[in-house]
T-cell receptor
Framework: GENVEQHPSTLSVQEGDSAVIKCTYS??????FPWYKQELGKRPQLIIDIRSNVGEKKDQRIAVTLNKTAKHFSLHITETQPEDSAVYFCAALYTGNQFYFGTGTSLTVIP | DTEVTQTPKHLVMGMTNKKSLKCEQH?????MYWYKQKAKKPPELMFVYSYEKLSINESVPSRFSPECPNSSLLNLHLHALQPEDSALYLC?????????FGPGTRLTVL
């Protein structure tokens, strides 16, 4: 079936360092790839997304890159801060309005 | 109004109860979704409604019954649930691709 693989499952970084999370999808027809941040007990919140007509998108300390040929995309967070600590999910939009999520990455930023 | 709302926030029910979860959005979105999320796991797609018609049912047991009365409302009717159905139930909506989540209903089945 369709799936999205996400690595790593846990990630600890020192405050100020960068964090990178990677995802791979299987449906070559997918053209929309959002990233969500979920804090404990809260809803997933969209932090950045990318569509298949671009290879990179940046929003302040957050960037996403997409390689359509290899079917993978990555989240980059620079100058990490303690408030970046959360679970991050990638997702891919498949045919028929179906979103499939990666397994999640628990990010801890150590002050 | 630029958000998705869900009621109730918390629900505790027995295995013989019948209850309903409600979701509402007034952003004119035409696709609405139900997800189930267990602790430390990703949201798991249950149902997709597109233009008020059920377009996706991800092999969800019949004890979960979705309903879309109109373009702004989405319900999830629950009957004869099992303890393993305890989870956070998230509703979401989208206009084209960007998806907006509601705050969820924390369901506990005793």
């Amino acid at each position: 079936g369709e799936n999205v693989e996400q690595h790593p499952s846990t990630l600890s970084v020192q405050e100020g360092d960068s964090a990178v999370i990677k995802c791979t999808y299987s449906d070559s027809a997918s053209n929309y790839f959002p990233w969500y941040k979920q804090e404990l007990g809260k809803r997933p919140q969209l932090i950045i997304d990318i569509r298949s007509n671009v290879g990179e998108k940046k929003d302040q300390r957050i960037a996403v890159t997409l390689n359509k040929t290899a079917k993978h995309f990555s989240l980059h967070i620079t100058e990490t801060q303690p408030e970046d600590s959360a679970v991050y999910f990638c997702a891919a939009l498949y045919t028929g309005n179906q979103f499939y999520f990666g397994t999640g990455t628990s990010l801890t930023v150590i002050p | 109004d630029t958000e998705v709302t869900q009621t109730p926030k918390h629900l505790v029910m027995g295995m013989t109860n019948k209850k309903s979860l409600k979701c509402e959005q007034h952003m004119g979105h035409r696709a609405m979704y139900w997800y189930k999320q267990k602790a430390k796991k990703p949201p798991e797609l249950m149902f997709v409604y597109s233009y008020e018609k059920l377009s996706i049912n991800e092999s969800v047991p019949s004890r979960f019954s979705p309903e879309c009365p109109n373009s702004s409302l989405l319900n999830l009717h629950l009957h004869a649930l099992q303890p393993e159905d305890s989870a956070l139930y998230l509703c979401a909506s989208s206009l084209s691709d960007e998806q907006f989540f509601g705050p969820g209903t924390r369901l506990t089945v005793l």
